[in-house]
């Protein structure tokens, strides 16, 4: 019981010390804790409490005379005490009016969810466009361009578009394609690469080249692991103080210049549901470990997903950063859950 008491107690304090830091990114001196009659302890016990806690590794002191600043540990005890909130209802009224006010296209939504996270959590935004887990053709359209030469156009499900100039090994006039074109979309209708490759069907050579062509599309897409994602807020994170040291703003912007950035900040395993807040040097990555990640899987787990995520300092507010990315991977969500048809049922559970 006694040792239930002083684990209260210390954590209570802890938390105070990392509010104090986030908010102001100075170290907390015991004086400031004592100071503050919400704890109800003597400055004696703030002091005792404090050396617990560095002695503990959740404080680091970075001068002898100076206060305590959190460490990764100290933050993870404070991640780990957030009572689950949800944002202001005045809040999730704006951002729904938002989205209502833009084009029904995917690109358009995840944009505007880069642009609002930015906004609302004064960090660095990251989201990539939805990615199905192995993409199913919709409709394929063949062009006559001129002689053997066409413009394929390949509508796979999530509404994602790719065009190719192809060449057959024949002049082929645009009927000729139309027909091709009705035949293999009526049997290729929302298959799978593999599922296409593995149909027994009786092929003209045309109809063969054409559905090699098709199949080379889908396989591109399926391969491409990582898309560009949509990336805001860098003038945020350029006004923090732990940024001002030009060697670590200058390893994040060479990520992004390498196209690393999303396969860096995602963690290994990350679950389809919830947010996972991933915490400096938790980071597998060394290009990021004086870094936090608070990142969410948004979409359908077995079609398409996409990650939403935000980058910044430690030092940054959870609090409010949690259920912000948390709202606005469920509206996502339901977004491109409406693109497939679905509904969406029930809340995500963040963690």
């Known amino acids: 019981m006694e040792i239930q008491m002083i684990a209260a107690r210390s954590g209570k304090i802890l938390n105070y010390i990392i509010g104090q830091y986030i ?51 100290g933050y993870r005890h404070y991640v780990e005490s957030i009572e689950t909130v949800n944002l202001p209802w005045e809040e999730q009224r704006l951002i729904s009016h938002t989205f209502h006010q ?11 969810t880069a642009t609002l996270l930015a906004k609302l959590a004064q960090n660095v935004a990251v989201v ?21 030469r066409a413009l394929v156009v390949v509508v796979l499900d999530g509404a994602n578009v790719k065009q190719k100039l192809i060449t057959f090994d024949e002049a082929v006039s645009q009927p000729t394609l139309t027909v091709i074109s009705t035949r293999l979309n009526s049997a290729y209708d929302g298959l799978t690469a ?14 063969k080249q054409a559905t090699d062509f098709l199949l080379e599309i889908m396989h591109a897409e399926d391969r491409q692991e990582y898309q560009e994602p949509y990336l ?16 670590r703003m200058l ?8 196209r690393g950035l999303l396969k860096v900040i995602i963690p290994t395993g990350l679950s389809p549901h919830g947010v996972q807040v991933i915490i400096g040097q938790e980071n597998r990555d060394e290009a990021i470990q004086n870094c936090s990640v608070v990142v969410c899987r948004y979409g359908l787990p077995e079609e398409a997903t996409g990650t939403i995520a935000v980058v910044g ?19 996502l969500g339901q977004l491109v859950a409406g693109l497939y048809g679905r509904e969406m049922h029930g809340e995500q559970d963040s963690e």
């Open 128 to 148: 990539s466009l939805p990615k199905s887990t192995d993409c199913k053709l919709k409709h394929m359209e063949l062009i006559a361009v001129q002689d053997a």
């Open 251 to 258: 390893t994040l912007m060479e990520l992004v210049e390498r």
């Open 194 to 207: 593999r599922q296409i490759s593995d149909k027994k069907l009786e092929l003209s050579p045309l109809e």
């Open 313 to 331: 300092p430690t030092r940054m507010p959870y609090s409010r950063t949690i259920p912000t990315v948390y709202y606005l991977s469920s509206v």
């Open 232 to 247: 805001e807020g860098w003038h945020f994170i350029l006004n923090q103080p732990e940024f001002a040291q030009s060697d």
């Open 23 to 73: 908010a102001r990114a100075i170290p907390v001196p015991s004086q400031v804790v004592a100071d503050d009659a919400r704890l109800g302890v003597s400055p004696a016990t703030i002091r005792n409490e404090m050396a617990y806690l560095e002695r503990e590794g959740y404080l680091i002191r970075p001068h002898t005379s100076a206060g305590c600043i959190p460490s990764d540990k």
């Open 102 to 112: 833009v084009e029904k296209e995917v690109e358009a939504w995840v944009s505007l």
